[in-house]
């Protein structure tokens, strides 16, 4: 061989880009592998390779008995190469959802994260559930197991959205799946409403329990998201209990997170106390002078008692990745359902037609003595040709041709069989087999209503026990900042420009947290935000800094600021609710020279007076003049501001603080979660000044005072009224007593002022229930009421101060005449009758006197000399009918 053909031989490109292809495929071929075999469940099953390996292993040791899960293990990996760890795995994963399996033994807790006991230990077998939908012979697809010597199934015959049930997550090569589980009885409803043409919703539901917020779920579809919350209730108001737990996580880990976030000053807690057992049940004994609800944000803001999850529904179609909605995979299962339930009757009708045939066959056989024209035949095919002459007669009543496997049947029926043969009976098993087969003809003519049926069958059998344990509700956004608790102490070095929870020798400014942002402002008219460290330079001269709130638009600056370009001066109120960080702005027009004369921080829009003092050499007449801040109107930032003078100013000093510009907050109620909020949204409460308080009436017969603050806490499933507390309001409650049994009304104003603390106004029997509440001035009701047992429900319309007087907060009340008030809707409410003006003259000298202003105060009868007559008037009661 020449140099030439040897160098082209030995190409160090040619070789390189072989070596390119080669690892290409590998690659390639592996990342299917895994995909395909491993990680991803397949569309027709929901299942992994193991997971429907071991399945298939359990049908073929299936005796009805519980097997060691050891010799599961040994038996899975005829068809599983790859180890008794992934097997073991599997099988403890599919026994902790308590539905394809029925275990015994110690098969550990997701709650806790504790471990099952070895395999050899605990047992196991199919469920009911699992043999009646996921296996049938004769309808599963099969193919040779990897050595060869036995068959396994391509994919499980499953009658049921099972990947939906159970979830799976799973990790290949750059490719992941995440599907959550949902809940057995609303997969089956969902699967009917599919069957009937109608819409359907499904969310997750976990065996953890819980709390679901599933705005962004997506249907499940890759760029959703959910969060899932703990259940925390407040004990008292030292200690919070954690009774269930979010989906992933355990109650050590959760523990665990509580821990470090008081490690790291997030949250103030004394200790954790893990009480779990039966039931989860996690105690957080709160520090001194600790706010419970505060404390609850806190705990979602920075522990595992809130997760956000990524769902990603992936599944094997054809043998190839797809992505999809559980919407999707419903119907995909539902329809794989329905063809299966097709093809399990149409063998089914396949079945009674031949035993049908055969029986007819076996009655002309017998009864027309076809039999005995056997006898004088000498070769078996004589026989056969014989028995087939025989039948001609009888062929065309068949519904397909009698072949010789037919006829070779009925030469293996006995004599004894013969003899003993009943015309009665067999005519009764054929009209039997004629019945069923007429009903799986029904069947397969409305094979829709049929796969409902299936369904709701599953339900019946299968469901109790299965409800819904993950509640959904919507979450509000927990803001860090607000509920992070003051774990470091803000100081300033005014001179030198530093600002941090480091610098202990310079200004104390206030309490904060490591997560705050500090807003800075400098005398010449810059400032900026950044976010809170050791020691940040920020910039010389230093006039005010505080922790910067967010959309905070109730705090109001006012500043007094000298124009360097024009001389003059001018006053501004403004605020700050967003600005970009460690950018800087500025308060003044942002000329040379220019700086702050007067800067106040506002909390609430409060708006002082200044005494302005211009300097001695201006021409201006008044030197000395006071400035009042209300009259100026808040405007954005960037505004130039009032003109103060356009004279030098010599000084601005503070001459009397002033009072809030803004007026009282409004605020407003979100129903389902149980927040207040400024945002507008939900039910207006009212707006609210500083010393106001809101009212709850809960369903349990409780009112409770609270503040106004947007960090409350109320249990909104208990919520059956909250409002603005008015001093003279009266409350009107009906409600039934439980252990007089008997409907009452009372009308009662709040004499109690402790704040925070539930009390309760009806009698504390565990059958007692508040049925309604009104705390309108003068309510009026419809009752839905059935007077006694022979009288048909009435609808009845009060005036609610007709029935009942005004009495003390802890009073029964009155006994309503009823047996059963079925129902109570407030109506419309009666509007006060206007005051009659004052018709006689009077004289000068008694209005001189005051005995006309006494006269007018006689005339105006307050709501309790107004309660006291009414409670005088009880004839009125009584034409009623209610005394």
């Known amino acids: 061989m020449s140099n030439k053909k040897k160098q082209e031989a030995y190409d160090p490109t040619q070789q390189n880009d072989i070596l390119d292809d080669m690892f290409e495929d590998y690659f390639l071929e592996y990342a299917s592998y895994v995909i395909l075999e491993r990680a991803v469940p397949a569309q027709e099953d929901g299942l992994k390779p193991v997971q429907r390996r071991l399945l298939h292993a359990l049908k073929e040791m299936d005796d009805g008995r519980f097997n060691k899960v050891a010799n599961v293990i040994g038996a899975t990996m005829q068809y599983h190469p790859h180890g008794d760890a992934s097997i073991g795995d599997a099988i403890v994963t599919i026994g902790q959802k308590e539905l394809l399996l029925d275990t015994q033994g110690n098969w550990g807790d997701v709650r806790t994260g504790d471990s099952a006991a070895a395999p050899r230990y605990i047992e196991v077998r199919l469920s009911k559930f699992a043999n009646e939908v996921l296996f049938n012979e004769d309808t599963t697809e099969w193919q040779m197991s990897y050595d060869g010597r036995k068959r396994e199934p391509v994919t499980l015959p499953a009658k049921f959205p099972l990947l939906l049930e159970m979830?799976?997550?799973?990790?290949?090569?750059?490719?992941?799946?995440?599907?959550?589980?949902?809940?057995?009885?609303?997969?089956?409803?969902?699967?009917?409403?599919?069957?009937?043409?109608?819409?359907?919703?499904?969310?997750?539901?976990?065996?953890?329990?819980?709390?679901?917020?599933?705005?962004?779920?997506?249907?499940?579809?890759?760029?959703?998201?959910?969060?899932?919350?703990?259940?925390?209730?407040?004990?008292?108001?030292?200690?919070?209990?954690?009774?269930?737990?979010?989906?992933?996580?355990?109650?050590?880990?959760?523990?665990?997170?509580?821990?470090?976030?008081?490690?790291?000053?997030?949250?103030?807690?004394?200790?954790?106390?893990?009480?779990?057992?039966?039931?989860?049940?996690?105690?957080?004994?709160?520090?001194?002078?600790?706010?419970?609800?505060?404390?609850?944000?806190?705990?979602?803001?920075?522990?595992?008692?809130?997760?956000?999850?990524?769902?990603?529904?992936?599944?094997?179609?054809?043998?190839?990745?797809?992505?999809?909605?559980?919407?999707?995979?419903?119907?995909?299962?539902?329809?794989?359902?329905?063809?299966?339930?097709?093809?399990?009757?149409?063998?089914?009708?396949?079945?009674?037609?031949?035993?049908?045939?055969?029986?007819?066959?076996?009655?002309?056989?017998?009864?027309?003595?076809?039999?005995?024209?056997?006898?004088?035949?000498?070769?078996?095919?004589?026989?056969?040709?014989?028995?087939?002459?025989?039948?001609?007669?009888?062929k065309a009543d068949f519904y397909r041709e009698i072949g010789r496997e037919d006829i070779l049947r009925l030469t293996e029926i006995r004599i004894k069989r013969i003899s003993k043969y009943d015309s009665f009976k067999a005519d009764e098993l054929m009209r039997k087999l004629e019945e069923n087969l007429q009903e799986v003809n029904h069947h397969l003519e409305n094979l829709t209503d049929y796969a409902i049926a299936f369904f709701q069958n599953l339900m019946n059998k299968y469901g109790k026990g299965r409800e819904r344990q993950t509640e959904i509700m919507e979450f509000g956004d927990v803001q860090a900042h607000i509920v992070a608790a003051n774990n470091q102490k803000l100081?300033?070095?005014?001179?030198?420009?530093?600002?941090?929870?480091?610098?202990?020798?310079?200004?104390?400014?206030?309490?904060?947290?490591?997560?705050?942002?500090?807003?800075?402002?400098?005398?010449?008219?810059?400032?900026?935000?950044?976010?809170?460290?050791?020691?940040?330079?920020?910039?010389?001269?230093?006039?005010?800094?505080?922790?910067?709130?967010?959309?905070?638009?109730?705090?109001?600056?006012?500043?007094?600021?000298?124009?360097?370009?024009?001389?003059?001066?001018?006053?501004?109120?403004?605020?700050?609710?967003?600005?970009?960080?460690?950018?800087?702005?500025?308060?003044?027009k942002g000329t040379p020279k220019s700086k702050i004369l007067y800067f106040s921080d506002n909390e609430n829009g409060e708006a002082e007076i200044v005494s302005v003092s211009l300097t001695a050499s201006c021409t201006a007449k008044k030197k000395q003049f006071e400035y009042d801040f209300a009259e100026l109107i808040i405007k954005g930032r960037s505004a130039m501001g009032n003109l103060v003078s356009k004279y030098p100013v010599r000084k601005v000093v503070l001459k009397s603080a002033g009072v809030s510009t803004l007026g009282g907050v409004d605020i407003w109620y979100t129903p389902n979660l149980g927040r207040l909020n400024r945002d507008e949204h939900g039910d207006y409460l009212g707006n609210f000044e500083a010393e106001d308080k809101v009212l709850v009436v809960y369903k349990t017969g409780e009112y409770e005072l609270t503040n106004f603050e947007l960090t409350n806490h109320y249990d909104a499933r208990q919520v059956m009224m909250i409002t603005q507390y008015q001093e003279e309001g009266i409350i009107s409650a009906i409600y039934y007593d439980g252990e007089s049994r008997v409907f009452h009304i009372k009308r009662f104003v709040i004499e109690t002022s402790t704040m925070d603390k539930r009390f309760s106004f009806i009698s504390d029997h565990h059958r007692s229930e508040l049925l309604a509440v009104s705390y309108d001035d003068l309510p009026r009701a419809e009752f839905k009421v059935k007077k006694d047992r022979k009288t048909n429900i009435e609808k009845l319309e009060f005036k609610i101060e007709e029935l009942e007087s005004v009495k003390g907060w802890k009073a029964m009340g009155s006994k309503l005449p009823f047996m059963k008030v079925m129902d109570v809707k407030w109506l419309e409410p009666e509007k006060p009758e206007p005051e009659e003006e004052e018709e006689e003259s009077i004289d000068d000298d008694e209005t001189e006197n005051g005995t006309g202003g006494e006269t007018k105060t006689e005339e105006n009868t307050t709501k309790k000399e107004k309660s006291k007559s009414r409670d005088e008037d009880k004839d009125d009661k009584s034409q009623l009918g209610l005394f």
């Open 491 to 588: 100081y300033v070095d005014r001179q030198g420009g530093f600002v941090g929870y480091s610098l202990k020798k310079d200004e104390y400014v206030m309490d904060c947290s490591d997560i705050d942002d500090i807003i800075v402002f400098r005398k010449d008219g810059s400032y900026n935000i950044s976010k809170i460290q050791e020691k940040n330079f920020v910039g010389k001269d230093i006039l005010h800094c505080s922790v910067f709130r967010k959309n905070d638009e109730r705090r109001i600056y006012n500043v007094i600021y000298f124009d360097g370009k024009s001389g003059k001066t001018f006053a501004k109120r403004f605020n700050v609710t967003s600005i970009t960080r460690d950018k800087e702005y500025n308060v003044t």
């Open 167 to 394: 979830g799976v997550e799973g990790i290949a090569v750059g490719l992941s799946t995440k599907i959550m589980p949902h809940n057995f009885i609303e997969l089956c409803e969902a699967s009917i409403r599919f069957l009937k043409g109608q819409k359907f919703t499904l969310y997750p539901d976990f065996m953890t329990g819980g709390m679901v917020d599933v705005s962004n779920y997506n249907d499940g579809a890759r760029g959703g998201r959910i969060k899932v919350r703990a259940k925390i209730s407040e004990v008292d108001k030292k200690t919070l209990k954690i009774s269930e737990i979010p989906y992933g996580t355990t109650t050590g880990g959760l523990i665990d997170s509580i821990l470090k976030a008081n490690d790291q000053g997030k949250i103030k807690v004394k200790k954790v106390e893990d009480n779990t057992a039966r039931d989860v049940e996690i105690l957080v004994h709160l520090g001194t002078n600790t706010s419970p609800d505060i404390t609850m944000d806190a705990l979602y803001a920075f522990s595992q008692c809130e997760v956000s999850i990524s769902p990603n529904a992936v599944i094997i179609e054809d043998e190839k990745p797809h992505f999809v909605s559980v919407s999707d995979i419903l119907k995909s299962s539902t329809q794989q359902t329905v063809h299966l339930l097709k093809r399990e009757l149409e063998i089914k009708r396949h079945e009674l037609m031949e035993k049908l045939l055969y029986s007819s066959l076996e009655k002309i056989f017998i009864e027309n003595r076809i039999y005995r024209d056997i006898e004088e035949c000498e070769t078996f095919e004589a026989v056969i040709d014989t028995i087939d002459k025989g039948l001609d007669p009888f």
